[in-house]
């Protein structure tokens, strides 16, 4: 369910990178800086949030290799982040948990098996970060795949978390902005996070469902 229907996106799902308000930001800093001027502070609003914490690529793959293993603990741990609450839930049923073209694809392919994830994380700033992890199991990796590819494409619906109590947000929704997706065979997996309070960088928004992409079904 991507956010932005004018940012491409890579075969693996990932935002491919454009310029925008943070190069803008950055630029304008630099200039600030070499002139001697405050400007540098000026446009200290504005790189907040892309300022904020970003572990290295060596933690994410750290984290990554321990999230295969099912150890959400470590790792969360490895993103110097700590779980607060958590809630999973098997065998919902795929076309009542889904809307758009997304719930009509379930209606003429049903899923075998469709398996959620909600969690909520915190880092030592006090960042507040909600995540979701959708396990979808097709009877074919041909349905898979068409089902990865619908929920890839802007506007097409998606499969919806089962509830947002359990994050306790009152009035949280999840954008689809910091987005994975990932197939394995019959498998499709669908991860996203969204803040519910603090000013975590994009960058680190998206190395989240990057981890929880590739942990494995409950």
């Known amino acids: 369910m991507p956010f932005d229907p004018n940012q491409p996106r890579g ?20 200039m600030a800086a070499a002139s001697g001027g405050d400007a540098v502070t000026s446009v200290g609003a504005g790189l907040d949030a892309a300022t904020t914490r970003s572990v290295s690529d060596a933690d994410t793959a750290t984290s990554k290799k321990a999230a295969r293993n099912g150890d959400r603990a ?11 609450r958590k809630e999973i839930k098997k065998d919902l049923r795929c076309a ?5 073209r997304v719930q009509q694809f379930f209606l003429r392919h049903p899923c075998d098996k469709l398996d959620q994830l909600l969690f909520v994380v915190q880092d030592e700033t006090g960042n507040t970060i909600a995540g979701s992890v959708t396990w979808v199991k097709m009877p074919s990796p041909e349905s898979a795949g068409q ?9 097409s619906g998606d499969v919806t978390p089962f509830g947002t109590k359990v994050l306790e947000a009152g009035g949280f929704r999840f954008t689809g902005k910091h987005y994975r997706s990932r197939l394995d065979g019959k498998l499709v997996v ?6 519910i309070k603090g000013r975590p960088s994009d960058a680190f928004l998206n190395q989240i469902p990057d981890v929880a992409d590739v942990l494995p079904p409950p």
Do not use: H, M, N
Not at 74 to 84: D, S, T
């Open 190 to 195: 669908i991860a996203e996070t969204d803040p």
């Open 96 to 100: 009542v948990q889904s809307f758009g």
């Open 147 to 155: 089902l990865r590819t619908l929920e890839d494409t802007y506007g």
């Open 74 to 84: 470590e790792a969360w741990r490895r993103l110097a982040l700590k779980e607060a």
């Open 11 to 30: 075969p693996d799902g990932k935002w491919i990178k454009t310029g925008g308000v943070f190069g803008a930001a950055v630029l304008a800093a630099v």
